[in-house]
């Protein structure tokens, strides 16, 4: 089965990464990073390099698709050679999945049309724009479309992917093998969570940031 995770300049590394944890090692799946063209593509802080291995044109039609999030995928938009790529993958898929604004990416190319959707809580509502139904939960699962909500709900995402691949039993030996465990030093992990203050401050740096 063929894995095919989506990358692009300034991407967000955890919503990349954190499913490649969990998906590559599930038993018989072949994962491989793609972009518009093959080659290093360095994340959002400028710091880290992820090769992709494949250009789109070479992998047309993955068994199951990984848009991740980041800053960088803003103009993916409007990239319609990327944008057909995903509806016509979409099309073969067994599983079209997102994390944080990967999921603006698959409104875009038009499959979140009147599905139930997340994304990271601060663009949660865009989601709306591209005829989707925003879901303010961490996995959300609407036919064979999976979404996460921000970053670090990949690994959520993609643990529960696994388990719809195989079985619950390889999911969680997958998950006591990379000790996924949370255990957060601080209980402000979502905007329901945290202080007023800090919820806008957060909120103007991702603004400034698109």
């Known amino acids: 089965m063929q894995i095919a995770i989506l990358i692009f300049q300034k991407l967000t590394a955890l919503d990349a990464i954190g499913p490649y944890e969990v998906l590559s090692r599930v038993p018989g799946m072949e994962l491989t990073f793609v972009a518009p063209d093959a080659g290093e593509l360095r994340t959002d802080t400028g710091r880290l390099g992820i090769t992709a291995d494949a250009s789109i044109d070479d992998l047309t039609d993955p068994d199951v698709l990984v848009v991740p999030g980041g800053k960088g995928n803003r103009p993916l938009l409007t990239d319609e050679r990327v944008l057909a790529w995903v509806r016509a993958a979409h099309e073969t898929t067994q599983w079209t999945t997102s994390v944080c604004t ?10 979140l049309e009147g599905k139930r959707a997340t994304s990271h809580w601060a663009y949660r509502e865009a989601l709306r724009d591209y005829g989707a139904e925003p879901v303010a939960e961490r996995v959300v699962e609407d036919g064979k479309i999976m979404t996460a909500a921000g970053v670090s709900a990949g690994i959520d995402m993609a643990l529960t992917l696994a388990a719809r691949l195989t079985h619950e039993e390889v999911a969680k030996a997958i998950q006591l093998g990379i000790e996924y465990d949370p255990a957060p030093p601080f209980d402000s992990g979502s905007p329901e969570k945290a202080s007023k203050d800090l919820v806008n401050l957060v909120r103007g740096y991702q603004e400034a940031e698109t």
């Open 102 to 111: 990967g999921s603006l990416v698959l409104g875009a190319a038009g499959v």
